[in-house]
């Protein structure tokens, strides 16, 4: 019998990194969509079932944050069990079982021994907290006290003003800038009855996507999503559907902070996760900011100018345009010396693109580093689910470094020319004198 510590450590066994990828994928009657890689290498199997247009921008109006309660509370028990009874169930069968819920999607996941009796166990109980959540007043009533809780405490931190006012400006009448309005008041606003709506319509057979990896069997796998997904309707009541985002004039907010340091970010709405130019805008951030000390941002602001301990630019595609952002902290008195050094060094990049050398140290990282993003089981299994909810090819973790690979400094110069311009970033100073 093997235990649930047993269970962790062969979870976290590497993968061999070179070793191709292959992705069994295809979709139930009722449109369920499965991804399976089979692991044969240690007795476990890690499951991830995600729902799209289940996610936080899928939050009715006035009520924050009902798509997180709802996901996070899947796993608080069910009809038959309460939170306590669940959580010893689950150590009982050595299964770790978590929900959850990102910007588009909700997701409930689970790994456990592959032998039979523990895995049925453990599919019976994600399946009762799929079809039968308990919903209990006391445990939401404690979950909605933490989330006003800890939204306060970070209303104390420059770092959250200055990523709360910035979504403002880059989503202000769109649904990926919901978080930023999020409110003690619209927190409270939120009942049991609003999640319990939730659930009925945005949890269906035919958006789910169920990735699988592990020790198992493809005819396995098809069990396991009938079992899991057992008594949820075929069909969600809810679209899954977001609105492209339109482009807003760059605006810049001063906001005061009492402090020393100023925190200041950049940026706009620019990546999708199905960019035509996705990887010459991920290569290129590597060059401006992305790569730690390789970068051109780092070494003008933190080597040269003493600005900063870090400044880094950063990309976050979404099914419609994510943000790319630059951020860092510097003394309130450098705050208008650094912006200019960021202009600087941001339009130098637009003109004139990447140097041979960068480009080369960028796709040596990048493709260096990329098959370490999925050496594990778990690690794997969330590739599986990107993959899945955002319909990209069944090769995509072969084609990411070829791609890369291919990349010219021509190319990324010619794509960030075209989809950049200083002048079109939002500036939010939080600090500012």
Known sequence: MYSKTLLLALAVL????????????????????????????????????????AG?????????????????????????????????????????????????????????????????????????????????????????????????????????????????????????????????????????????????????????????????????????????LKGLPNTSQAGSDIAPVQPKTAQRRDIPFAGEQAQIILGRPLIKRRDPDYYALVAGDYVLGGGGFDSRLMNRLRDQKGYTYGVYSSLMPLTEAGVFSISYSTQKKNTRASLADVQAVVEQFIAEGPTEAELKQAKANIIGSFPLRFDSNAKLLKYLSLIGVHNLESSYLQDYPKAVEKLTTAQVKEAWQRRLKFSDLHVVVVGAE
């Open 56 to 228: 936080g921008v899928f939050n009715p109006p006035g009520k924050s944050q009902v798509a997180e309660f709802t996901a996070a509370l899947l796993t608080d028990g069910t009809k038959t069990l309460d939170e306590e009874a669940f959580n010893e169930k689950a150590n009982d069968i050595a299964a770790n079982i978590d929900s959850g819920s990102s910007h588009e999607t909700a997701a409930i996941s689970f790994r456990s021994l592959s032998q039979a009796k523990n895995l049925n166990q453990t599919l019976a109980l994600v399946n009762e907290s799929l079809t039968a959540p308990r919903f209990d007043p006391a445990v939401f009533a404690r979950r909605q006290k933490q989330a006003i809780t800890a939204l306060q405490q970070q209303e104390t931190t420059p770092d959250f003003v200055a990523g709360r006012a910035f979504t403002k400006l880059a989503y202000p009448n769109h649904p990926y800038g919901s978080d930023a309005y999020v409110t003690a008041e619209s927190l409270k606003a939120v009942t049991l009855d609003d999640i319990r709506a939730f659930h009925r319509t945005h949890y269906g057979k035919d958006n789910a996507v169920v990735a699988i990896v592990g020790d198992v069997s493809r005819r396995q796998a098809e069990k396991m999503v009938q079992t899991a």
């Open 14 to 53: 590497p993968l061999t990194a070179q070793a191709a990828v292959d992705i069994q994928r295809w979709d139930t009657p009722e449109g369920t969509q499965i991804l399976l890689v089979e692991r044969r290498e240690n007795p476990i199997v890690d499951m991830e079932i995600s729902f799209k247009g």
